[in-house]
């Protein structure tokens, strides 16, 4: 499999810790799941090898450097806060010096790479900002500026995506009739970005180049809650994911 042809995808995934309280007692659970399914299909679908790091390994073995982030064609975070990648353990727990990874993002774009964020509560700035991309490397080669807040934006009624530019190989083939969404990441664009395609009063899809690499920013889910079962399912979905990152990695 050549180099542009893979795909190095983190996040994605969470853990839930449960307090059953039975009058006096109570006793606890845990659950781990995963929210990658989808895209990963997808994207298989479309002949990309795909390389998934959930957020507890991307903490620990996310690459660190340019050099190892030039064997894939395009990088995605989703749902994966700044922190995870930049709050190593030899950092957090050791107080040791390491590489910046989200420095190591923005240069492997400047050098030609391929760049995708996905929203969710811990991308973008997300729930109570705790995403912490603004002012970052990341914002610096995203083709949109994020706020400074909680930027998401809840739609529990549906809020039908909107195609802005149905000349853009993102889109090609797509139509107008997309599925509802139920929430997406409120963000703004920048000058020299590309919106692509809408949703409410903000941009779902944008893009832009940043050095020789290019980035997108896709401002809702790849999974539920955001994107319902309606989005997942939807004859279009494939054709999408395929459409984003191989525009990503220079392939359209």
Not at 165 to 170: K, R
Not at 180 to 188: D, E, F
Request: glycine content about 12%; charged content about 20%; overall charge negative.
């Amino acid at each position: 499999m050549e180099k542009d042809r893979r795909v190095l995808i983190a996040g994605e995934s969470w853990s839930v810790h449960s307090i059953h309280q039975k009058g006096f007692d109570s006793f606890t659970t845990t659950e781990y799941s995963e929210g990658i399914d989808w895209l990963r299909t997808a994207l298989e679908a479309g002949g990309w090898q795909v390389d998934y790091q959930p957020s507890h390994v991307a903490a620990r073995e996310f690459p660190f450097t340019v050099e190892k982030l030039s064997e894939y064609g395009s990088v995605i975070l989703s749902d994966i806060g700044a922190n995870t990648l930049l709050l190593h353990r030899d950092t957090f727990v050791r107080g040791k010096i390491m590489p910046n990874r989200l420095q190591a993002i923005r240069d492997y774009v400047a050098d030609g790479g391929g760049f995708v964020m996905i929203g969710g509560y811990l991308t973008f700035q997300g729930i109570e900002a705790k995403g912490q991309y603004r002012g970052s490397p990341i914002e610096e080669i995203l083709p949109v500026h994020l706020q400074s807040t909680d930027d998401r934006a809840e739609f529990p009624q549906g809020v039908t995506p909107r195609v802005e530019n149905d000349g853009h190989p993102i889109v090609a083939g797509l139509g107008t009739g997309w599925p509802h969404l139920l929430g997406y990441n409120r963000v703004s664009m920048k000058p020299d970005g590309k919106l692509v395609a809408s949703v409410g009063e903000d941009p779902l899809i944008a893009c832009g180049l940043y050095g020789r690499g290019r980035a997108v920013a896709f401002t809702s889910d790849c999974a539920p809650h955001w994107a319902p079962e309606s989005f997942v399912t939807w004859g279009g979905y494939n054709r999408l994911w395929q459409q984003i990152v191989s525009w990503s990695a220079g392939l359209l």
